[in-house]
């Protein structure tokens, strides 16, 4: 309500001496058109912010991740987890979009994914047989003959660095000796963790995908579970 509009009202009081009621009468309309504050955003956990801060990694520097912004179940954190897989195993849910990386105790290292189709055509266990930094990234032949106008001028690869879509690291899947083109890599796309996106397999942040390559060794066993499988484990 506008004070022009209680002239009338305040005229009727000042005579009537209601001194009181004139007092209360301005008070409301001065709340009325005030503006009600904002309530302050939470803090941000400072571990939480380190752990996702700005990266020096060589040469190459990986921009802090705003972690205001992230779904807490893709922050990569120890969860209760139990299943028959030694410790160091990786179990992949692709479906689920998480990555498990199995510890004593019923535990489990988890991490948020992103997930392409790439990523739900392979099903089974094999074995990271390579694993690498800063990596390359050549096209697959199907994806130039499905894109020729975007991926035939990268047809002789993409230098590793961070522009490049396999990020800060990459493990690779062999089966049987075999070279099963599924890939665990870093992506700055923060956006993309934990949906389905357009290309790669399964793609982490590159401050988790740094931190997942320093915990695995060559010849750790993979499992990825189908969609029968997915969700269970965690309790």
């Not at 290292?109 to 390359?136: S, T």
Request: with cysteine; glycine share 12%.
């Amino acid at each position: 309500m506008r004070l022009t509009d209680l002239r009338p009202v305040i005229g009727i009081l000042k005579k009537l001496g209601v001194g009181a009621g004139l007092a209360l009468l301005l008070a409301a309309c001065s709340q009325t058109t005030g503006t009600p504050s904002q309530p302050s955003p939470p803090p941000i956990d400072p571990a939480l912010q380190a752990m996702y801060g700005e990266v020096q990694d060589g040469e190459e520097i990986i921009p802090a991740v705003d972690v205001s912004k992230m779904d807490p179940r893709n922050v990569r954190q120890v969860v209760n987890y139990r299943t028959s897989y030694a410790p160091g195993t990786i179990v992949v849910d692709p479906y689920a979009r998480f990555l498990y990386l199995v510890m004593e105790d019923d535990k489990a290292m988890r991490y948020g994914v992103g997930v392409a189709k790439a990523g739900l055509e392979f099903e089974g266990e094999g074995d990271i047989k390579r694993k690498a930094r800063w990596p390359g990234w050549v096209p697959t032949p199907n994806m130039i003959a499905r894109e020729p106008d975007r991926y035939g001028p990268l047809a002789q690869g993409l230098p590793g660095g961070i522009d490049n879509p396999l990020g800060a690291r990459a493990l690779y899947l062999y089966q049987g000796g075999k070279d099963t083109l599924y890939r665990i890599h870093g992506t700055n796309e923060a956006w993309s963790i934990g949906q389905s996106v357009s290309s790669g397999c399964i793609r982490l942040l590159n401050q988790d995908i740094i931190d997942l390559h320093a915990r695995v060794p060559e010849g750790s066993k993979m499992v990825v579970l189908t969609a029968e499988e997915s969700g269970k484990g965690e309790f």
